[in-house]
């Protein structure tokens, strides 16, 4: 009878992991499509620092002017806001657009939708009233107004009017846009500048065949029906669609007279942190029986906390080396098959959110949860067992296009792709999962910290 049973039992685990992976092909691919409809992040990206570069124009030196702001940076926002449609343009970059403009014909085209707000109304009036040379068309046109909330569009509007770029720059709102600017351009350049030097070291040792020798990866006894299981039917079809389903009403209930952005943070927090329930209840019962008395040292999962300086200079050291990959496979994404779109929602929300609740509680999604659920299931339990049952490098190259397709964004999927594999490297070439999370967290933080800079 026991027989019977461990074959019936058998055959429902096969029969449930086919119905998993099915619906998760399904799932990955409406989802994948979708992403195409979904507006990319970059052109706003773009536009947010062209302004940063025009507000922060007087403060920076002119010896590094060429470097950090290239030539012209007016024209690049003027050229930045052309590209988008007139109909998608919203009226703060309407007006913006039109202060730029010197062409009076031009103004009036921008300008032939009416405004509600009285501010943007007063603002249209005085743009109408301005002929290409800066000067008034009737004494009665209304003088350069003070919009105190837009330093960019007070500053555009000032100079439209004819004043001099001294007369109308806000002296401590460049020195802040320059700092902004230094730190949104010159971290990442330097970090990619010392990536490069670490990938060429790392690269050399590989190639000497020295600091190859990695440290035991320990896998718990899983198979890979198990992890089709976890990944498919608890991650994907119960973690990203049944279960927020169930929820959404509760969730609508919770945020009910909640103003935005803080409603759309409160549902992502509520959103991912169900999303984990389901593959965590189903790895707690693969594992409940296994036998305590085999626990390797260190874990099945291999977390390793301590010593944590040693965690977070490999974290470091992971981070710097991987960035210019990414940004590499970015840019010829871009280059050879343009912005497909699909951008994450978080990063939108998170550029345009100034209320700090709302921040916070996106900081603990993105930054804390996220990557320690996700280097869990994917480089804690997913990788070591794929190593085991189907050797290291197809193993690690598996990993990383599942870790990839579960965030569903056709435009990110090979920046993903590769920031999956580093990560990967680091769990192997350390024997630890806490240097995982750690450079996870610090990638997060560091694109969060990012959009706030740019917001």
Not at 133 to 150: F, M, R, T, W
Not at 354 to 376: C, G, H, R, S, Y
Not at 420 to 437: D, Q, Y
């Amino acid at each position: 009878m026991k027989p019977f049973m461990r074959q019936a039992n058998s055959a429902g685990k096969v029969a449930l992991a086919v119905i998993s992976l099915l619906l998760t092909v399904l799932i990955w691919e409406r989802g994948l499509e979708e992403s195409f409809s979904r507006p990319s992040v970059s052109p706003k990206l773009s536009l947010r620092q062209q302004e940063m570069s025009v507000l922060a124009t007087p403060s920076i030196p002119q010896s590094i002017k060429p470097v950090l702001l290239g030539s012209a940076p007016e024209e690049k926002l003027q050229k930045a806001l052309r590209e988008i449609p007139l109909e998608e343009l919203g009226d703060r970059e309407r007006l913006l657009l039109a202060s730029l403009e010197t062409s009076q014909e031009k103004r009036l085209l921008i300008l032939e939708k009416s405004f509600h707000d009285e501010t943007f109304q007063a603002v249209q009036e005085n743009l109408l009233t301005v002929s290409k040379d800066g000067e008034n068309n009737n004494l009665g046109a209304p003088k350069p107004l003070q919009i105190v909330d837009d330093p960019l569009l007070q500053q555009s509007i000032c100079l439209a009017n004819g004043e001099s770029l001294e007369v109308c720059s806000d002296s401590a709102v460049s020195k802040s846009m320059a700092f902004r600017l230094l730190f949104s351009q010159g971290i990442p350049a330097l970090a990619t500048f010392l990536g490069i030097g670490l990938l060429l070291r790392q690269s050399w040792l590989m190639f000497r065949q020295k600091g190859t020798t990695w440290p035991p990866l320990v896998s718990l006894p899983l198979s890979l029906l198990d992890m089709t299981l976890l990944v498919a039917g608890g991650f994907v079809v119960l973690g990203e669609v049944v279960l927020p389903t169930l929820i959404s009403p509760a969730s609508e209930l919770l945020t009910r007279g909640i103003a935005s952005p803080l409603s759309d943070s409160l549902r992502v927090f509520v959103g991912y942190t169900v999303m984990t329930i389901p593959p965590l209840l189903i790895l707690r019962q693969q594992i409940k029986g296994i036998d305590a008395n085999i626990t390797p040292d260190g874990g099945w999962i291999q977390w390793r906390f301590i010593p944590f300086g040693n965690a977070f200079t490999k974290a470091f050291s992971g981070w710097l080396m991987v960035l210019p990959l990414v940004l590499l496979t970015s840019w010829l994404m871009t280059s050879f098959v343009g912005d497909q779109g699909g951008s994450n929602p978080l990063l939108d929300l998170v550029l345009r959110s100034q209320n700090p609740l709302a921040l916070l509680l996106l900081i603990m999604t993105t930054v804390i949860f996220a990557p320690l659920f996700e280097e869990l299931i994917f480089r804690g339990v997913l990788l070591p067992v794929l190593v085991r049952s189907i050797g290291r490098n197809v193993g690690v190259i598996v990993s990383a296009l599942v870790f990839a397709l579960a965030h569903l964004s056709v435009g990110e999927f090979p920046p993903l792709v590769v920031l999956g594999l580093g990560l990967a490297f680091l769990r192997l070439s350390s024997g630890r999962l806490f240097p995982c999370v750690l450079m996870h967290s610090l990638w997060n933080g560091v694109t969060f910290a990012s959009l706030l800079l740019l917001g």
